[in-house]
């Protein structure tokens, strides 16, 4: 089949069983085993049919978006060897997988990571820059971008910040005393000053700081820990968000803080169970508790 000519035994293998399970549902479908006319006819209701067949039996979107690039292969191979097209099948879009969103940490894993991400460089103002990042991350809800995009105008840090987030939207982020501390403790030991129109957080060269240098010294820390790869700088963001819902925050005040668009995205960042959600939202909304 076309497409397929470098695949392991392995994979071909699986695109048979893919094609095979595929022309067995056509044959359930209309009846009949199926023939050129058959194949040529298939519609996008019946590639919708079949990949809803597929989810039915248990399989996950990357094994249906497997399955549908076997069908395609093998249409691509129909095309050149018997000259049946079929635009349906081409067209036909494979469901997409499920966004893996980074696991919070809990409240004392958080202040492990921030107590652990101090002792990763022997520089002391490199140690409490790195601190004072991750803190904003975590006590702010800030994603890497926001906290690496502040300029050096605005420390000290005011009891909120004015951020611009994805889109320039901007919001309104409360600080934390841990947080403004943090960022004054940085500021009292940097060598560099790169003016009020700089950034706030510097590189050992007194240029901008690179995500990855943050990223870096949080995977050292939490190995340290023995914490999983799961715990990102952008799972520090999603924490922040989830310690909030569950000391009973407002969804609504959350999704302000954290810049989202709507509220499903929000919901989707919090590791607290659906019944939780249903509760908050019940006790905040007593006309919608039914």
């Known amino acids: ?10 994979t071909l293998d699986a695109y048979r069983r893919d094609v095979a399970g595929f022309l067995g549902f056509l044959t359930d479908h209309h009846g009949a085993r199926p023939g050129r006319a058959a194949l040529s006819a298939v ?29 395609r292969s093998f249409y691509g191979w129909l095309d050149t060897a018997e000259g049946i097209t079929n635009p349906a099948v081409t067209a036909t879009r494979a469901p997409r997988p499920a966004a893996r969103l980074p696991r919070p940490v809990d409240t004392e894993a958080a202040r492990a990571l921030i107590d652990r991400v101090e002792l990763q460089n022997p520089q002391d103002w490199i140690a409490a820059r790195d601190v004072a990042v991750v803190t904003l991350l975590y006590a702010c809800g800030l994603r890497i971008s926001e906290a690496l995009g502040l300029p050096r105008r605005a420390a000290p840090l005011p009891e909120a910040l004015t951020i611009r987030g994805k889109g320039g939207k901007e919001r309104m982020v409360p600080v934390l005393p841990a947080a403004r501390d943090a960022v004054d403790a940085y500021l009292r030991l940097c060598p560099h000053d790169p003016g009020p129109d700089g950034p706030l957080f510097l590189g050992q060269r007194g240029g901008a700081l690179n995500p990855r240098l943050v990223q870096k010294v949080l995977e050292q820390a939490r190995m340290q820990l023995g914490l999983p790869a799961s715990a990102t700088p952008h799972a520090l963001r999603h924490s922040f ?50």
Do not use: C, F, N
């Not at 249903?278 to 508790?289: E, F, N, V």
């Open 1 to 10: 089949m076309a497409g397929t000519r470098d695949a392991s035994p392995r």
């Open 43 to 71: 519609t996008t209701q019946d590639m919708r049919a079949w990949l809803a067949r597929e989810r039915g039996r248990g399989l996950s979107a990357r094994s249906v978006a497997r399955a549908l690039s076997a069908v």
């Open 241 to 290: 968000a989830t310690h909030l819902l569950e000391a009973g925050g407002d969804l609504r005040a959350i999704q302000e803080l954290l810049g989202h668009a709507s509220l499903s995205t929000t919901q989707a960042y919090t590791a607290v169970d659906q019944a939780r959600l249903m509760d908050i939202y019940a006790r905040a909304h007593p006309k919608g508790a039914g």
